[in-house]
């Protein structure tokens, strides 16, 4: 079955590997997410090689209204959404008594409130077809927190409550809601905060890889891209029916301990 399927910052990164793990499904999958026209433009032709469509929306997940813009088009142009995958997200480091004030109203809109706008446009659409899978990319940092993080912190713990609730208001309506809860991916979000990180704590920029990124990972090995999208397309399966309200982490055993 060809699914209609919308991917929230999938012009880099995890978000990418995600859109191309749809897409390599041959389903209809609309990517969003900032950057160099020319190169989304690229990506968007080399997704459609499998034989889906693919449909690129440029909506600023800070503003609700092209969020609802966002999931329309899909339902407007492949004819409903089967998958919602609310994977936007960005970081800011610093101490909480210096945090940007911009920074943190920036953080939660695009990694909490953003979700809560795609899933509010999303879920009548899913309703009416009685089928949905929506799979909200948190974070390790969803489970535990660490020093100079606070918006990021606060809004992935804030994604696994809209998590659950959605799970709940869902749950008789053939959709699930689900969260993943990556450690460490090598990914431009990660490499950029990796000097805020080294100024922070008085580090090397290689100390910051080895002493905090990797330290927190028993497997002292960066999570893949592609590992998160294979998770992505397993909650998103007919055997994942009833799992739901839940967060999967994926994390080499960070938050094991
Ligand atoms: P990335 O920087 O590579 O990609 C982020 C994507 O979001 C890009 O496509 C970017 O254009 C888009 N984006 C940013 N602001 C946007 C906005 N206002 N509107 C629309 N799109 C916007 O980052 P990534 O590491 O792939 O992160 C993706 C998700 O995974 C995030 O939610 C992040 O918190 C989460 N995550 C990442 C890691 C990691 O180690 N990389 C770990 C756990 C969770």
């Known amino acids: ?6 991917v929230t910052g999938s012009t880099s990164g995890i978000g990418l590997a995600i859109a191309t793990a749809f897409a390599a499904r041959a389903d209809n999958v609309v990517i969003n997410g900032f950057g160099d026209s020319a190169e989304i433009e690229a990506i968007r032709t080399s997704l459609e090689a499998a034989g889906g469509k693919v449909l690129y929306h440029p909506a600023d997940m800070t503003r609700p209204e092209e969020i609802a813009d966002l999931i329309s088009t899909a339902a407007d142009r492949f004819g409903g959404l089967d998958v919602l995958v609310n994977n936007a997200g960005i970081q800011h480091v610093s101490p909480i008594e210096t945090f940007p004030l911009d920074q943190w109203d920036r953080i939660i809109a695009i990694n909490l409130s953003s979700a809560f706008h795609t899933m509010r446009a999303a879920i009548p659409l899913m309703k009416a077809k009685s089928y949905g899978r929506i799979v909200n ?6 489970l535990v927190a660490s020093p100079f993080k606070s918006a990021y912190v606060a809004a992935k713990h804030g994604i696994l409550g809209l998590t659950k609730t959605a799970a709940l208001e ?32 008085g580090m090397t ?7 905090v990124l990797l330290k927190a990972q028993p497997t002292r ?4 891209a592609e590992e998160v999208a294979a998770l992505t397309l397993y909650l998103t399966s ?14 080499g055993g960070w938050t094991a301990a």
């Open 1 to 6: 079955m060809t699914r209609t399927v919308v």
């Open 137 to 142: 990319i948190a974070s390790a940092h969803a």
């Open 170 to 201: 869902l749950a008789e309506f053939g959709v699930t809601v689900n969260a993943i809860c990556p450690g460490y991916v090598m990914t431009p979000l990660v490499a950029r905060q990796i000097p805020d990180t080294a100024k922070a704590r």
């Open 205 to 211: 920029e290689a100390q910051v890889k080895t002493d």
């Open 221 to 224: 090995e960066f999570v893949k």
């Open 238 to 251: 007919d055997e994942a029916r009833q799992v739901t309200g839940t967060h999967v982490s994926i994390d």
